[in-house]
């Protein structure tokens, strides 16, 4: 918790410094890259510091941060905490990379605010900053742990075993390590993270759910082309469907990601829209290979039948469940099963099993307009868990709020 002497500091200072954290982050990165450009050729994904959105994550997390520790001072919004974390330790972020942030962040800090930041506003954000880097070195250490490897040391060589066309923009690839090792156990809903060379030398790096339950001789992951609409091409989507082939090799982090299957037996509710689908998937298979007989409703909502990937699989993995319903929305009409609906998903529709637990996965307004619903319907907010590929623009702190 703050201490004492900051805590009225900070809470002074907060809609200030809120106010101005968008352009605090864009100068921060702007000095990070002219300092170690290194970073956005290797590290950070160069799409989403074109568009804006890593900056935005970086503002709206810390600035969630600080407010948590105003209102909550005996709470941490660990669940925040937890999908950067992953998100981090999927990258092989090391302990020391937070004091090269710290340096180019305060003096971000100091540029733009200027006089306002005295040695006491300095003093008191500076502690705000170290409360959440060290709580995040602490999660990435447990989670470096946990996979059995040095910190930073999450990198394996993995063979392409096979690879099958989902759909027209979908490809799944089954993967085994190169050394004759088994691959790493994981747990049902977590992601890898996939680095490759691109032509200019970079080598960018993109987390991809392990779509198939654990305890598989191999890994797959599924990977959607980003196309350009609206933003950046998807510089690794692209690359990887144009230019591998069975036998090729791809460097792969250990797994990691917080949307995990919990102990239990109490009824579940699957929720994911177009690529999301993937940690259903492996949530299901798993489900299905232990002999589980939770209840389990899944939903899931696409453009059209012939976009959804792993449609067929989907439908296999629910018939072998023995207490499991699945509901198909399609913004397109034409299932050929006449099992869909057509329009926008939509939860408040179903019935629904009292004291379930929701993982959601997919577009960031379809999983608000899920939790919405969901809350509505009377679910807790500790029982709703989600996941985000790219910058967590949801920023955490409605949620953390919800939950306390």
């Not at 992953?86 to 092989?92: E, V």
């Not at 090269?100 to 008191?124: C, M, R, W």
């Not at 994981?186 to 305890?215: E, K, M, N, T, W």
């Not at 209840?295 to 207490?323: F, G, K, M, T």
Request: glycine share 8%; proline share 6%.
């Amino acid at each position: 918790m703050l201490s004492e002497q900051s805590v009225p500091i900070v809470r002074a200072t907060l809609p200030a410094v809120g106010a101005a954290i968008g352009d605090i982050a864009e100068l921060f990165y702007q000095k990070l890259f002219e300092d170690r450009p290194e970073l956005l050729r290797d590290l950070f994904n160069r799409g989403n510091q074109a568009n804006g959105e890593q900056r935005q994550a970086l503002a709206g997390s810390v600035a969630a941060f600080a407010g948590m520790l105003l209102e909550h001072p005996g709470e941490r919004p660990d669940a925040m905490l937890a999908r950067i974390a992953n998100k981090h330790a999927s990258l092989g972020v090391t302990s020391d990379q937070y004091k090269l942030v710290h340096q180019h962040l305060f003096a971000a800090i100091a540029d733009v605010l200027g006089d306002a930041v005295t040695p006491e506003v300095a003093a008191a954000w500076d502690e705000v900053y170290w409360l959440m880097a060290n709580a995040l070195i602490a999660a990435e250490a447990r989670l470096y742990q946990e996979a059995g490897t040095a910190e930073g040391d999450v990198w394996r060589q993995m063979e392409i075993v096979e690879r099958h066309e989902e759909t027209p923009e979908v490809v799944s690839f089954r993967l085994r390590r190169t050394d004759g090792h088994p691959v790493a156990l994981f747990r049902p809903g977590q992601y890898v993270s996939v680095r490759v060379q691109l032509p200019d030398g970079a080598r960018q790096i993109r987390q991809y759910s392990l779509s198939a339950a654990p305890g598989c001789p191999q890994w797959r992951i599924t990977v959607k082309r980003v196309r350009g609409a609206g933003g950046p091409e998807g510089e690794v989507s692209s690359w990887l469907h144009e230019h591998t082939k069975v036998g090729d090799e791809l460097t792969v982090s250990v797994p990691f990601g917080d949307l995990v299957l919990r102990e239990g037996d109490g009824p579940l509710l699957l929720v994911s829209a177009g690529i999301g689908s993937t940690p259903m998937l492996s949530v299901l298979d798993h489900l299905t290979a232990v002999g589980s007989t939770r209840p389990v409703v899944v939903v899931h909502a696409d453009r059209s039948p012939a976009e959804h990937a792993h449609r067929d699989e989907l439908r296999r993995l629910v018939e072998a469940h023995p207490n499991a319903k699945l509901h198909l929305w399609y913004e397109e009409a034409g299932d050929p099963a006449g099992e869909a609906a057509t329009g926008q998903a939509d939860v408040g529709l179903l019935d629904l099993p009292e004291g379930l637990t929701a993982y959601l996965c997919g577009p960031l307004p379809f999983m608000r307009a899920v939790r919405r619903d969901l809350l509505l319907r009377g679910v807790s907010a500790r029982a709703i868990h989600y996941e985000v590929f790219g910058p967590d623009l949801w920023l955490g702190q409605q949620e953390e709020k919800a939950q306390a």
